[in-house]
């Protein structure tokens, strides 16, 4: 089983799609796709040049959205049999391609490599580079376990923090999981999961005040991290990492 490349997905509800993917677009300075989906529910950013697309947007039929990962693969269904061994679910299995469900209930889909290869640029000191995982305390420990097995060829390890946990993808690949231990359960949602955007910022400050111009609106100050929300009503965070390698920065890395 090899994992070629790596999507981010943006979800938003479907009245808002349009907002979701004219502020992504222009955050990542890429233009669109045509729309695809019997809706028209999905659309590709388009970086410049010789780079390959790794951030799609979604319009969601139900629920908030927030993010999800697509891992392009050479074996779409073995792929799936090894997520299925480990403990993950099949929510859907489509004409080539497939969604599924980890333990915590985080949906994810395989899906054929088409020859990606080429990571996109930094943009203006930034480059989404991150799914982050939002996993109930209950969850997390089995969680982490799930992903570190079956992302086998990629680096795990604790993050800067307790609650976190970092999985690193081999050189090349554009997208990392952050695995996110909540400081409380979430009674009543199941095991639905949650996951948002991280942004790797060369300075945060600049950042913030680009996204603030096209719409995005602050919500809350962390160690190390901005949570901001963008006009489509998706939360995000935009976090003091180098984008060039995604590791912490200056007195974040302490």
């Known amino acids: 089983m090899s994992i070629r490349w790596t999507y981010a997905f943006v979800d938003r509800p479907a009245e808002s799609f349009a907002r979701a993917h004219a502020f992504w677009a222009a955050v990542t300075d890429t233009r669109l796709s045509e729309f695809r989906g019997e809706q028209g529910e ?12 790794c951030v799609k947007v979604q319009g969601v039929g139900s629920g908030a959205g ?3 990962l697509d891992f392009a693969v050479d074996d779409v269904p073995e792929f799936v049999k090894s997520a ?9 299995e489509h004409d080539g391609w497939a969604v599924l469900r980890s333990p915590a209930g985080q949906l994810f889909c395989a899906v054929p490599w088409q020859g990606e290869s080429v990571r996109p640029p930094v943009v203006r000191g930034s480059r ?12 997390y420990d089995t969680e982490v376990a799930f992903w570190s097995d079956l992302l086998a060829g990629w ?3 604790p993050g ?3 609650e976190f946990h970092v999985l ?31 942004l790797a910022c060369a300075d945060i400050a600049a950042a913030r005040a680009r996204h603030e111009e096209l719409g995005a609106a602050f919500v809350a100050q962390g160690a190390h991290w901005t949570v901001m929300r963008d006009p489509a009503g ?12 995604g590791g912490l920065t200056g007195a974040s890395a302490s």
């Open 168 to 198: 690193r993808p081999p050189a090349g690949l554009p997208v990392r999981i952050l695995l996110q231990r909540l400081g409380e359960e979430r009674p009543g949602e199941g095991r639905s999961g949650s996951a948002h955007l991280d």
């Open 128 to 139: 989404l580079d991150q799914v982050c995982l939002d996993v109930p305390p209950s969850l």
């Open 84 to 92: 299925l061994q480990r403990g993950a679910g099949l929510a859907a």
């Open 234 to 245: 998706g939360v995000y965070c935009l976090t003091a990492r180098d984008p060039e390698t």
């Open 155 to 157: 680096a795990s390890a």
């Open 66 to 68: 927030g993010a999800h």
């Open 160 to 162: 800067s923090r307790p």
């Open 42 to 53: 999905f659309v590709t950013l388009l970086p410049g040049g010789e780079a390959d697309a």
